[in-house]
Each structure stands twice: as C-alpha cells, then as structure tokens.
C-alpha cells in the first residue's frame, strides 16, 4: 500500500497503519443464523467443510504475505486437531472463540465460564501456545452480559475482541469506545478491542468485515479502512469466516434475512479479499494492540455502556 500522508501536512509521509486480520474459524453451520432451527440440532451429522475452506483461506494469507489472528471455535479444534497445528506453524495467533458458539447472553455465568475455559484449554493443549485473545460468538458481549469480561480476566484472557459499537438486531453496544481501550475488571486488566467503525453523522457505521463486507460494495470497506487509517490515523480490526469463501457449501433452510446475511455474495468474496490483502498492510490482532499507541483507560467505575467514544 503506497504510505499515506499525515491529515492536514500536505508534505510528511508517515509509515502506512497496520491493520489487524482477524479469521473466526467455525463451520458455515455453526452461524447463529441457525439458532433455534432444526441444524442446530443436526450439526453433529453435517459433512464438515471447515478444513478446505480454511486451508483456501491460510493459502490466501500465505500469497498476501499475512498473518493474522485466527479465533478458533473449541469445537473445532476438538475435530480438527491438525488443522490448528498447521494454522500456529504458519505462523497466525491462535486466540478462542469459545467452544460451542453460543450468544453469550443466552448463558449463565457458569456456563459460559465453562464455555471459555474449556475452550482454552483445548486450544492450548493442541497448538501447545497461550491463548491471549477471545471474541464472542456473533460479538455477543452487549450491555446485558457484560458479567462476560470479568469471567474472561479470571480465565486467564488479556483481550477481548466482542464489543461491536454500532446498533444491530443482535448485538452491539452503540455508544462504547471506537478504538482500543483497557478495562480494570474483577480479577485484573483487559484490553477491549472493538470491531471496527467510521463515524458518520453522529452514528458509528461498520466497516469490520464479515457479512457488511460480503454484502456492501468493496468500496465501502476500502473507504472505511482508508478512513481509519489516513484521517484518525487508527488500525482497523477486520474479521472475516472461512465459509465466507466456500460458495459451494449447501444452503440450509434459514428465514429470508438471514439466508441474505448468511448466504448472498459468498462467489465473489474471495476475490474481494484478494484485493484488500494487497491494498493494506495487516498482522495478527495482539501485534497491532501491542503497536499502537496507549489504549484509552476506563476507570472501574465506568462501563463501556456508558463510555463516549
């Protein structure tokens, strides 16, 4: 990416930003799109295409010369043992995103704690590195479980990547810091690491990845991220799914909006992600956090809910 310069010199080049890439691997079948269907029930008789569509997707980072941070369902590590081997020998951040992809508001404390410490400990004991990170299924630490954060600092977890500061159907929380910040919580410090926004008119628009990027125009994350890097002079977080590049995975019976959220644009995604590997630098999610400048701090008595970004 050619450098960007400085907002408002006009003459000084500064280094390009160094986003972060991020991969939530998890069968096209463990979306919450599915919750209260019938697969959700079925999983456990589905072909698994997560091996293939995930090694297209290492295979993609290798060409691009990227390594990112992969959040690897529990789940499927216990399934795939090899696969996380080959995704912590090339090189990618192994980080967890809990075992059995379940909202983290739809559990008790408890069940989530055994969520989380079970998979952590799997990934550990496979890929035989500290996992650091965690991102929630479906960024579903919102205002009603923010209990969440604690559990995850006790479970021995430096950052969270789950508070997504915009307004959705089924999670977010609008109003929480845009950028990095650190939290004093019951057990110790984490640092947040929020999905990625551009500001518009007073409202946070998402330019994170995922299905607004598979469903919008390319432009509109190439704007964002140009956005982010060049006017705030900040890292974009950018997630994206490994059944986000397998077109050919079967279409399971899902309400009209969800098969448009689940299924639309699944051809041409790849080829999009091609492009923005090469228009922007990117590296795992903890070197980005460990690169940037100091993350704001929330003092304890202040909740993301109620912090201004």
């Known amino acids: 990416m050619t450098p960007v310069g400085r907002a408002g010199s006009g003459l000084e080049e500064a280094l390009p ?5 991020t991969v939530d691997v998890e069968e096209h079948f463990h979306a919450n799109a599915f919750d209260g269907t019938p697969v959700r029930e079925m999983q456990h008789t589905m072909v698994s295409r997560v091996e293939a569509s995930m090694q297209r997707m290492l295979d993609l980072l290798d060409a691009a010369g990227v390594q990112a941070t992969c959040f690897v369902l529990g789940a499927v590590a216990d399934t795939h043992p090899m696969l996380v081997k080959d995704i912590a020998r090339r090189g990618h951040e192994i980080a967890s995103h809990g075992y059995a992809h ?9 069940a989530f704690r055994e969520d989380v410490r079970r998979a952590k400990h799997t990934l550990e004991a496979i890929a035989g590195v500290p996992v650091r990170g965690y991102r929630a ?6 205002k009603e479980s ?19 500061p915009i307004r959705h159907d089924r999670y977010g929380i609008a109003y929480a810091p845009r950028h990095p910040y650190v939290m004093e919580q019951l057990g110790g410090r984490l ?17 994170a990845g995922g299905g607004y990027f ?19 002079r ?12 397998d077109p050919d995975q079967p279409r399971l019976p899902l309400s009209r909006i969800h098969a448009v959220r689940h299924y639309a644009n ?19 999610l903890s070197d980005v956090l460990a690169a940037g400048s100091s993350p704001a701090r929330l003092e304890p008595s202040h909740s993301p809910v109620h912090a201004v970004s």
């Open 102 to 110: 379940q909202l983290v508001y739809t559990q008790t404390p408890a």
């Open 234 to 245: 900040k890292a974009a977080i950018f997630y994206t799914h490994p059944w986000e590049i």
């Open 146 to 164: 923010l209990w969440a954060l604690d559990v995850l600092v006790q479970e021995g977890h430096e950052y969270d990547a789950s508070i997504f």
């Open 266 to 284: 699944l051809a041409t995604t790849e080829r999009k992600l091609v492009h923005l590997l090469a228009q922007f630098r990117f590296a795992p």
């Open 137 to 142: 299924p479906s960024y579903s630490i919102t």
């Open 17 to 21: 930003i160094v986003n972060a890439m």
């Open 214 to 232: 598979r469903l919008l125009p390319y432009a509109w994350t190439r704007w964002g991220i140009s956005r982010l890097n060049a006017i705030e």
């Open 191 to 207: 640092v947040e690491a929020p999905g990625s926004t551009v500001r518009v008119g007073g409202i946070n628009l998402p330019v």
